[in-house]
């Protein structure tokens, strides 16, 4: 019931209005002629296709799920047809290069695309988000024979691509990772092992798979340093079958749609992307727009429960409420009642704050590709310290915020029939893959943070300042000054920054939302009446429920710094 609609005007009004995407766009030869109208027609077109095709296969993706049977799995019914349709339509190859017969549009335009899909269909995007990244892997580190054989169909997304990294005990620290790459006379590898939890490692949506593995040379030296990235296909060139068994998939919690493969690796053969022992680094090149994208899936989850909580909170009735708001609506729906809308409000601040930095975010990662000099470097220190937080804030509020969206239906959130509780299980997941949010926060505090001794977040805030009204900066100052506590502290007491590295990553997520809505609030300097209706009631509650917290978020760190370090061991 009550399919996501794609927020169309909300997307276009944050790229144009909040971030004149086109005008830094024009700054960027490589996308000079891309516009505003461009822009529109891209994203409506995606929506649409978004809401006819990919938002009404969601149930049934969550009750069916996909099967598994003899090793092969099979996707829920409409699945296949509607990924035909996505890959021939060319979306897929939207931000890939013209000449690996891409459309070479800003990747932000690509981000936004999936921002809609996971909202949609979490399950069915699963397949091809994974995509991209494979592309840029291939395209940036294998050989010219393995891109001339398999670039451009990841690129198409005529043939999907896995990620392998997981095993049964090497998850958050990849160093433990056992798979073996033996090297054969003929210059591939016989490549043994068996990876978990790898999404979309069987199915029937394409011809075939294009699997990217890490694993380890027998010479190769323990740790993370010892991992080579390696290359197997489903099937081989010659259409014969490749030694890579799907050998379960995972029950879960949600994601029901999304196979989550055991894969037996039993002397595949596989040729080496990259250069030995460098196999994580080939993986970093797509890692922010990863973490960025998995961000994505959270405001976007969290934009499908709101949207289901604000349609039930105008429809039903229940007490008065107690002080009535402005309007015609009748005083008993629950959308009067000051505890519904604090919890509706609160929400859509926080899709909203978050669009903004997420989209800023994928503007950056284009910068980092096409600029040069000190924008570039910006945009680089800006990902660096952003993604990991945009990740970890975003996917935390998608779980816990889609819960409280589940509230406002009261029981009929608990049952199936609103889909809210598909949204909330669907969404767990994304607080532990592409890294744990506690290794984003420890990757945000231990080492970017600290090791320039707070030299990168100095600038950053900098930035921020520089964009904030007067009254508006003491929580960046305050920010600036926690973390010098934070640097003093840590010298004593290693096992600090462990500690606090999420709520230091939670203050500077606030920090950074704050920013975002006074971005917003500049567009809208002199809102009509239908803005200032739609904007201002979230605009007060993230200053009423959302922001207090960065001043417990600070007590917590405050008193941690005090703590003598004998007392931490
Ligand atoms: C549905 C699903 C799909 C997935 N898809 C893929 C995929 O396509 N490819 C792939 O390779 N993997 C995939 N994964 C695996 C995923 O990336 C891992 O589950 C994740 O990295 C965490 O590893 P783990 O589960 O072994 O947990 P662990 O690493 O064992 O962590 C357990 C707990 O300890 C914490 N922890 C661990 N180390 C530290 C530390 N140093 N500091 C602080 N806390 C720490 C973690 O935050 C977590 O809370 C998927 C997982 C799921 C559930």
Same mark, same amino acid.
């Given at each position: 019931?009550?399919?996501?609609?794609?927020?169309?005007?909300?997307?276009? /009004?944050?790229?144009?209005?909040?971030?004149?995407?086109?005008?830094?766009?024009?700054?960027?030869?490589?996308?000079?002629?891309?516009?505003?109208?461009?822009?529109?027609?891209?994203?409506?077109?995606?929506?649409?296709?978004?809401?006819?095709?990919?938002?009404?296969?969601?149930?049934?993706?969550?009750?069916?799920?996909?099967?598994?049977?003899?090793?092969?799995?099979?996707?829920?019914?409409?699945?296949?047809?509607?990924?035909?349709?996505?890959?021939?339509?060319?979306?897929?190859?939207?931000?890939?290069?013209? @000449?690996?017969?891409?459309?070479?549009?800003?990747?932000?335009?690509?981000?936004?695309?999936?921002?809609?899909?996971?909202?949609?269909?979490?399950?069915?995007?699963?397949?091809?988000?994974?995509?991209?990244?494979?592309?840029?892997?291939?395209?940036?580190?294998?050989?010219?024979?393995?891109?001339?054989?398999?670039?451009?169909?990841?690129?198409?997304? @005529?043939?999907?691509?896995?990620?392998?990294? &997981?095993?049964?005990?090497?998850?958050?620290?990849?160093?433990?990772?056992?798979?073996?790459?033996?090297?054969?006379?003929?210059?591939? /590898?016989?490549?043994?092992? &068996?990876?978990?939890?790898?999404?979309?490692?069987?199915?029937?949506?394409?011809?075939?798979?294009?699997?990217?593995?890490?694993?380890?040379?027998?010479?190769?030296?323990?740790?993370?340093?010892?991992?080579?990235?390696?290359?197997?296909?489903?099937?081989?060139?010659?259409?014969?079958?490749?030694?890579?068994?799907?050998?379960?998939? @995972?029950?879960?919690? $949600?994601? *029901?749609?999304?196979?989550?493969?055991?894969?037996?690796?039993?002397?595949?053969?596989?040729?080496?992307?990259?250069?030995?022992?460098?196999?994580?680094?080939?993986? /970093?090149?797509?890692?922010?727009?990863?973490?960025?994208?998995?961000?994505?899936?959270?405001?976007?989850?969290?934009?499908?429960?709101?949207?289901?909580?604000?349609?039930?909170?105008?429809?039903?009735?229940?007490?008065?409420?107690?002080?009535?708001?402005?309007?015609? @609506?009748?005083?008993?729906?629950?959308?009067? *009642?000051?505890?519904?809308?604090?919890?509706?409000?609160?929400?859509?601040?926080?899709?909203?704050?978050?669009?903004?930095?997420?989209? &800023?975010?994928?503007?950056?990662?284009?910068?980092?590709?096409?600029?040069?000099?000190?924008?570039?470097?910006?945009?680089?220190?800006?990902?660096?310290?952003?993604?990991?937080?945009?990740?970890?804030?975003?996917?935390?509020?998608?779980?816990?915020? $889609?819960?409280?969206?589940?509230?406002?239906?009261?029981?009929?959130?608990?049952? #199936?029939?609103?889909?809210?509780?598909?949204?909330? #299980?669907?969404?767990?997941?994304?607080?532990?893959?592409?890294? &744990?949010?506690?290794?984003?926060?420890?990757?945000?505090?231990? #080492?970017?943070?600290?090791?320039?001794?707070?030299?990168?977040?100095?600038?950053?805030?900098?930035?921020?300042?520089?964009?904030?009204?007067?009254?508006?900066?003491?929580?960046?100052?305050?920010?600036?000054?926690?973390?010098?506590?934070?640097?003093?502290?840590?010298?004593?007491?290693?096992?600090?920054?462990?500690?606090?590295?999420?709520?230091?990553?939670?203050?500077?997520?606030?920090?950074?939302?704050?920013?975002?809505?006074?971005?917003?609030?500049?567009?809208?300097?002199?809102?009509?009446?239908?803005?200032?209706?739609?904007?201002?009631?979230?605009?007060?509650?993230?200053?009423?429920?959302?922001?207090?917290? /960065?001043?417990?978020?600070?007590?917590?760190?405050?008193?941690?710094?005090?703590?003598?370090?004998?007392?931490?061991?």
């Amino acid at each position: 019931m009550n399919h996501y609609q794609a927020p169309v005007d909300d997307l276009l /009004f944050v790229l144009q209005q909040v971030l004149d995407a086109p005008a830094q766009w024009q700054a960027l030869p490589a996308y000079a002629q891309v516009d505003a109208g461009l822009m529109a027609q891209v994203l409506q077109e995606a929506a649409k296709f978004v809401d006819e095709v990919v938002a009404p296969l969601s149930r049934t993706g969550d009750e069916v799920g996909a099967q598994w049977h003899q090793g092969a799995v099979t996707m829920p019914p409409g699945f296949k047809e509607a990924y035909q349709a996505f890959w021939q339509a060319g979306w897929p190859s939207l931000s890939a290069a013209p @000449e690996d017969g891409g459309q070479g549009l800003p990747a932000v335009l690509a981000q936004v695309l999936y921002e809609m899909l996971s909202a949609a269909n979490h399950g069915w995007t699963m397949a091809p988000g994974l995509l991209h990244g494979a592309y840029e892997c291939i395209k940036h580190h294998a050989s010219d024979a393995l891109q001339s054989q398999y670039l451009r169909k990841v690129a198409s997304g @005529e043939w999907l691509a896995t990620m392998c990294l &997981t095993e049964p005990h090497a998850g958050s620290d990849l160093g433990l990772v056992r798979t073996k790459a033996v090297a054969q006379p003929d210059g591939s /590898f016989a490549l043994s092992g &068996t990876k978990i939890f790898i999404s979309g490692g069987e199915h029937d949506l394409t011809d075939n798979i294009v699997h990217l593995v890490l694993a380890r040379l027998p010479d190769a030296p323990a740790g993370p340093k010892g991992l080579s990235l390696f290359l197997v296909p489903k099937f081989y060139p010659d259409g014969s079958r490749s030694e890579v068994h799907c050998e379960r998939i @995972e029950e879960k919690m $949600g994601l *029901h749609a999304s196979p989550t493969c055991v894969m037996r690796f039993d002397q595949a053969v596989s040729w080496l992307v990259g250069e030995p022992g460098k196999g994580l680094a080939a993986m /970093f090149v797509m890692m922010n727009a990863a973490r960025l994208h998995v961000a994505l899936q959270g405001v976007g989850l969290l934009d499908a429960a709101w949207q289901k909580a604000h349609a039930y909170a105008h429809e039903r009735r229940q007490m008065r409420a107690p002080v009535r708001q402005a309007g015609t @609506e009748p005083a008993d729906l629950i959308a009067q *009642h000051p505890a519904v809308r604090r919890m509706l409000d609160t929400q859509r601040a926080w899709v909203d704050g978050a669009r903004v930095l997420a989209y &800023t975010t994928a503007l950056e990662l284009d910068r980092i590709q096409h600029a040069q000099g000190p924008a570039k470097e910006a945009a680089q220190r800006w990902c660096a310290l952003v993604t990991p937080v945009m990740k970890a804030v975003c996917t935390h509020q998608a779980f816990h915020g $889609g819960s409280d969206c589940l509230q406002v239906l009261g029981g009929h959130g608990y049952v #199936r029939e609103w889909g809210v509780e598909q949204i909330v #299980r669907d969404a767990r997941v994304a607080m532990i893959y592409e890294g &744990t949010n506690e290794i984003q926060a420890i990757d945000l505090l231990v #080492r970017k943070v600290l090791p320039d001794g707070g030299m990168a977040l100095g600038a950053l805030l900098d930035g921020l300042l520089h964009d904030l009204p007067q009254a508006a900066g003491a929580r960046v100052e305050q920010l600036r000054a926690l973390t010098h506590s934070v640097l003093k502290a840590a010298a004593q007491d290693a096992t600090l920054p462990y500690r606090v590295a999420d709520d230091y990553l939670r203050a500077l997520g606030l920090v950074l939302l704050d920013w975002a809505w006074w971005r917003i609030r500049r567009a809208l300097h002199n809102p009509s009446p239908e803005q200032a209706q739609r904007w201002l009631a979230p605009a007060q509650a993230l200053d009423q429920w959302v922001l207090p917290e /960065f001043e417990m978020r600070c007590a917590i760190i405050t008193q941690q710094c005090a703590r003598p370090a004998s007392v931490s061991v």
